[in-house]
């Protein structure tokens, strides 16, 4: 079949065309081209013919180097080079390395020009591949068989062409690849290369306050922390945040290899600020930015060391630390000036200055500095965890029932007589806040 009897029959499948000499390359030398379609049967000779992506509203994937095409695409989009979505049309023009898969746009949706993934090499800059498409009138096409390579053998089909109505649509990672294009360039750079992003760093934090956060980061899988934050995963390594509004994946993990030996995760627009840097992050920095409402605390000399990492050395960020670490057993009560201790079974009055004790060792954990290592800053925290609601309290709050006795082997009800519902409001006021002798 002449080339003129194909073109022929792709244009009556619905497909706008471009024909050219092959003297002059792998595309049109006329201008205008992109706005006008093809009438095969006024073709006179050209023995090149190419698809117009802007007047068909098509798109082609090329895979230039197919190998590291299949990589990046099992990686980032969960797809298969070897069984892409909808069995879309598939040929060649370099059988050893190359492939090309022709999909339809989406109805009203437009791949303004060409985005092309290219790596540094040998001999200047390797194309990895293109996602080839444009607006309408606008000019961008592939060469479609039988045409001839430059290289001296004809483009051939593996899978032929269809009728543009049975053509399957471009498959949704490609659209979100499309979308967050030049957020992702530098991470498919780095899976191919292992270079092009930046590495996590922590400032001035000690070794103690690292060895903490990698330790924290090995025993905590990405994927449950950002499950936990109500990331979804969509497929390949790409997630969705919460509330998205587009339903693109905004998140992209990426595994420990040879330049990190901890996972990490790159946000995009919609994710908190501190988190959208360009930056990678790990399980640290996903629980301090994502998790503060999820019940996944630290224990007391981590949740020190975070603080301490932030590099916010005060009394406020101790007293908030000393808060968190201690709430639960710490009281201090304005109405008589003083800290109360829980034993476990009732509150008594901090006699022997734990507190202060506990203070001076939380202090440790976040600084060195002898300003800091004194006991004026001491009392400094601890003024300002007595204003936390969680640990101040009044007097007047506690031993409000007369019938009730805190002892060592519990509480006693001496009004035994009560209705039943006085009971059970009893029992439910049994807690550490409202017991004080």
């Known amino acids: 079949m002449t080339i003129k009897c194909i073109a022929k029959e792709l244009t009556d499948m619905g497909y706008s065309l471009v024909a050219w000499d092959s003297e002059s390359g792998k595309n049109p030398n006329f201008s205008g081209w992109g706005m006008i379609a093809l009438d095969p049967i006024k073709m006179n000779g050209e023995d090149m013919i190419g698809l117009n992506h802007g007047l068909s509203g098509t798109v082609v994937l090329d895979g230039d180097d197919l190998e590291r095409t299949r990589s990046v695409f099992g990686t980032f989009l969960g797809l298969d080079t070897e069984a892409m979505p909808g069995g879309p049309p598939t040929y060649h023009g370099n059988p050893v390395n190359r492939r090309k898969w022709v999909y339809r746009l989406p109805e009203g949706v437009v791949i303004p020009g060409v985005k092309k993934l290219t790596i540094p090499g040998e001999k200047g800059h390797e194309t990895i591949f293109e996602i080839r498409a444009c607006e309408p009138g606008k000019q961008a096409q592939d060469v479609l068989p039988p045409s001839p390579h430059p290289e001296g053998h004809q483009y051939t089909w593996l899978k032929p062409m269809v009728p543009i109505d049975e053509l399957p649509i471009l498959p949704a990672p490609i659209m979100d690849l499309v979308t967050n294009w030049n957020d992702m360039v530098p991470l498919m750079r780095h899976q191919l290369t292992g270079h092009g992003i930046t590495e996590i760093t922590r400032g001035k934090a000690s070794d103690e306050a690292i060895a903490t956060i990698n330790d924290y980061c090995r025993t905590h899988d990405l994927a449950e922390l950002l499950s936990l934050a109500g990331y979804e995963h969509c497929y390949g390594n790409r997630w969705l945040r919460p509330?998205?509004?587009?339903?693109?994946?905004?998140?992209?993990?990426?595994?420990?290899?040879?330049?990190?030996?901890?996972?990490?995760?790159?946000?995009?627009?919609?994710?908190?600020?501190?988190?959208?840097?360009?930056?990678?992050?790990?399980?640290?920095?996903?629980?301090?930015?994502?998790?503060?409402?999820?019940?996944?605390?630290?224990?007391?000399?981590?949740?020190?060391?975070?603080?301490?990492?932030?590099?916010?050395?005060?009394?406020?960020?101790?007293?908030?630390?000393?808060?968190?670490?201690?709430?639960?057993?710490?009281?201090?009560?304005?109405?008589?000036?003083?800290?109360?201790?829980?034993?476990?079974?009732?509150?008594?009055?901090?006699?022997?200055?734990?507190?202060?004790?506990?203070?001076?060792?939380?202090?440790?954990?976040?600084?060195?500095?002898?300003?800091?290592?004194?006991?004026?800053?001491?009392?400094?925290?601890?003024?300002?965890?007595?204003?936390?609601?969680t640990i101040a309290g009044e007097f007047a709050e506690y031993d409000q029932d007369n019938y009730l006795l805190a002892t060592p082997g519990g509480l006693w009800i001496f009004a035994t007589a009560v209705s039943e519902r006085r009971r059970q409001l009893t029992r439910s006021q049994r807690s550490p806040a409202r017991r004080l002798r």
Request: glycine letters at 10%.
């Open 243 to 389: 509330g998205s509004g587009t339903g693109s994946p905004g998140v992209t993990t990426w595994p420990a290899d040879q330049t990190c030996d901890k996972e990490r995760a790159f946000f995009f627009d919609g994710s908190p600020t501190e988190l959208t840097d360009g930056k990678p992050h790990d399980a640290w920095d996903i629980k301090k930015h994502l998790l503060q409402d999820v019940a996944t605390k630290l224990d007391e000399r981590q949740e020190a060391v975070v603080r301490a990492v932030l590099g916010r050395v005060s009394e406020d960020t101790v007293g908030l630390a000393f808060t968190e670490a201690h709430g639960g057993r710490l009281r201090y009560l304005h109405g008589a000036g003083k800290w109360y201790v829980w034993t476990g079974n009732r509150w008594v009055q901090d006699g022997l200055k734990r507190t202060l004790h506990a203070v001076r060792n939380l202090t440790r954990t976040h600084t060195t500095k002898p300003s800091q290592a004194k006991s004026s800053f001491y009392e400094g925290v601890l003024k300002v965890a007595s204003s936390d609601p």
